[in-house]
């Protein structure tokens, strides 16, 4: 083509990409909740952990910390903290041990004689009202006096600072200058958003709703603020992860330039060359767009680095170019061999879309259609817009030498034997488990954060992050019967330190049943009157200051039964629908555990309750989450790996040359997984994810160095070619092995063994190594 021809396509395949980018980015919705990269639950069990990570009560709460200032100022900024979070559409519910009046607002103040146990035990007759009054007197004598005098008249019988200790946490912190601290000294809050704890955006908006509300109180800049809990950690972490990702991002990107600098010595061709994988990138994400809607980050992070295999197709078109050949021609040589390695990775990446998890389908989709368009731009594009003058890879200086110094290596036929018997002895008696299945090993949070997360649940009294209580009914108004009997049952096992408390839905609201009971027991208005004017008889109250008492419970003797439904419209209302959830035409109860002690006393008593009530272990549903997810992906590569035999056997026309390419990849896959196991590392789903991709590159160089031309500079070529695509995967990979993150450790640590692996057999095991 000439050199006009060459810019007009340069131009056209820019503009379509430029086309295409500015689609792609007006449609693009980027998702943050990490459910999405969970496996489907299979079990009832799995359920509630799904439901329990994103929606349950104690993956919302936000623990807060006071600190550095002295104490009264530190309760001055907890008391305006907790008043401008109340006020902030993005909390739910605001605790600091105040007395918080807005908690009973006008839809719950009506109800508070049918929500309190008072009447349980004790009518509401003349001894009772004159124990209650002269207790008042003696409180408007005392500091609290400007709390109390308010709500006389209306609550003599202060039911509704009863109902605020009720609902307050069942094992409360210390109480200084009316608001909580720790033994440290510092003041304490807990603030439950309305946001998935696993959503990190939604969470990063209320978390920073929550410090411009403190950094807008007085004298706040004398004082520290600190943060812990799920939703935290969810925001640190997906941040922590953007920063490696982008550091490591520049530092590879800039590395891998001055490579392809110096491997082919053109700035144009360092341009040029990033157009296939452009191309793959932009497709991707289009085949995203519209079939998912909404993309995970994650997804595009993990799919960026996966599909830099692409790179590898460019690389091998401009390292095989030869003098007085155009770069069409040598494509066209090439491209049986790039065909195969494409679509061995494709039928590798088929295993992630038949797990059945949305983020990992999506990582699937964006890879696949990715690797088919960069090949194919590759094969089609890039030759036509190649300059045409180059360095023939070849001559370069030093190459000749090297490859006849790889070619004399000694081959005993015996070492691949050797080599899979050790990789498989290790792998079968290396101690420690194989397999990686609880996903707290995986957190990247750093473990002071950890500590200083459990000293202040401690603190609190938050809910135990391990273990729920569940109950079950026909019907709502059942789970909270149910919760109403059980609770005696709990209070022993509190009793006997099984655990610290609980908080159970009863706590709330008591069933229709309790409630019905209670009304029956307020007196009529004249009843009421007669025994309120006996109590007042010499103490130093107005006949008529409490008449909106009496106005009120002669109100509670006709109100209809509060329900869940209409609880969930009041300030409480989050808080306890988050602890009711209708599955499979039946209730079933979250009741927050606190400081579990005996686990195996608790599972006794449940087996007690007929099946009623059971304790859900967490940690062990997520194990058994992970363990089926994983069995899952096995069986889909089990799968994959049949096809991608076939797809070779097929492509290299004989099952002897597609021996010479499948075996050191194999024996490569083994090693890897014989180092790990070795060193002590459980495996996790990230490195079969890893694996996966190592066995892709170790495919690509096995089917070159197979290949046999009979022409020492065309092995010269693949040797260039190989070697810069294995320099260029252990600068990214080797990069993601010293990232803080496990997660993106354990992915570099992996490809950047397999890769060195791969490239070692592919070159000792190749059949013509020996051959001028």
Sequence with gaps: MSLRARLVLLALWLAALATLGVGVIARLHVGTDLRSFMPPPATADQKLLMDAIGEGPGSRLLLISLSGAPPERLAALSRGLAAALRRDAHFAQVGNGAFDADLLDNKLLPYRYLLSPTLDAQPLDAAYLRDQLEQR???????????LKPLLPRDPTLETLKLAERWAPPKSPELRDGVWFSPQGEALLVAQTRASGFDPAAQGVAQDALRRAFAALPDAAAATLALSGPGYFTVIV????RAEADRIGRVTTLGFLLMLLAAYRSFAVLGITALPLASGALAGLAALVLGFGEVHGITLAFGFTLLGVAQEYPIRVLSHRRAGATALASVRDLWPLLLTAIASACIAYLAFYASGVTGLKQLAVFTIVGLLVAGLATRYLLPRVL???FRDAADMPGLGALWRWLRALPRPRWLPALLAIAAAATIALAPGPFWQNDLAALTPVPQPLLARDAALRGALGAPDVRYLLVLQAADADGVL????RLAPQLDALV??????GV????RYLPGVATQRARQAKLPDRATLEAALAEAQVELPFRPDLFAPFVADVEAARTLPPLTPAAFARTPLGARLDAMLV?????????????GVRDAAALRAWTATTGGAARLLDLKAASESLVAAYRARILRALAVAAVLLVLTVTLALRGARRAWHVLAPMTLATFLVLAV??????PLSLFHLVALILAAGLGLHYALFFERDTGDAAEQRRTLHATLVCVASAVLVFGMLAWSSLPVLRAIGLTVALGVGFHFCLSILMAPHARQD
């Design 503 to 506: 908080e159970l839905p009863s």
């Design 481 to 484: 019967a149910l919760s109403e």
């Design 582 to 594: 209708p599955r499979d035409g039946r209730w079933l109860g979250l009741a927050t555990l606190i």
């Design 137 to 147: 007197l003696d409180d408007l004598g005392s500091p609290a006096a400007a709390l």
């Design 495 to 500: 009793a006997r330190r099984a655990l610290d």
């Design 676 to 681: 790990l196991r070795g060193a002590g590392v």
């Design 238 to 241: 997906n941040a922590s992860t």
């Design 387 to 389: 300059p045409a003058r």
